[in-house]
């Protein structure tokens, strides 16, 4: 299958500094990307849905100054987590869709947030 | 999107099926079941995914009901790697976002 990356697999910040998470869509272009944040014993939650070259939609609740998501390129989307603090530490995932003639979205591997 | 859902837990035997259910009653006429799995700490995996047939390939099966308002993933010798935790969820593309349910914590025992 299709592969999504994530840079970097874990990041230890401190608080009040910005972290900037990458997907990549290795293989094919993604003109949707997916931006979910994982809590321990937690199921995903979706925070936004990243089209390339509009903005970015928004779930409830997640903060869009907080959280900026770009998606410049059809194989690149950016999640910068700014002004972070102890409350932010969360496992990060992307995901892709819109590989030509399939149906599956498929996940990156996750970023694991610590901020001190 | 149809609401799906799923037990929380179960077990399984090393070397035997492992049958996970999943009701899906609002499902629409053009959304397909898809079901993934995350392993602890990893991003989720895709599985497998079915509209109305019932469809197999390397990793599982599934068994999708004629009135299509549940289905079944099945791993036919679960192995200890298979302990995750399994998502079942109804999409139309892979446009569509999805939103995660608990989904059913598989442990296998040895």
């Known amino acids: 299958g299709a592969v999504v990356s994530q840079h970097p697999s874990w990041v230890i910040c401190k608080s009040g500094t910005s972290v900037k998470i990458e997907c990549r869509s290795l293989d094919f272009q993604a003109t949707t990307m997916f931006w979910y944040r994982q809590f321990p014993k937690q199921s995903l939650m979706l925070m936004a849905t990243s089209n390339e070259g509009s903005k970015a939609t928004y779930e409830q609740g997640v903060e869009k100054d907080k959280f900026l998501i770009n998606h410049a390129s059809l194989t690149l989307s950016t999640l910068t987590v700014t002004s972070a603090h102890p409350e932010d530490s969360s496992f990060y995932i992307c995901s892709a869709g819109g590989l030509a003639g399939g149906h599956e979205q498929f996940f990156g591997p996750g970023t694991r947030l610590t901020v001190l | 999107d149809a609401k799906t859902t799923q037990p929380p837990s179960m077990d399984c035997a090393e070397g035997r099926a492992a049958n996970l259910p999943c009701n899906h009653s609002?499902?629409?006429?053009?959304?397909?079941v898809y079901w993934y799995r995350q392993i602890h700490s990893q991003g989720p995996q895709y599985i497998i995914h079915?509209?109305?047939n019932n469809e197999t390939n390397e990793m599982a099966s599934l068994i999708i009901t004629e009135d299509r308002k549940s289905s079944t993933l099945i791993l036919p010798h679960a192995t200890l790697r298979d302990t995750a935790v399994y998502y079942c969820i109804a999409l139309k593309t892979s446009y569509d976002k999805v939103i995660f349910g608990p989904g059913t914590s598989l442990s296998v025992i040895p």
């Open positions: 609002t499902i629409s006429g053009n959304e397909y």
């Open positions: 079915g509209l109305k």
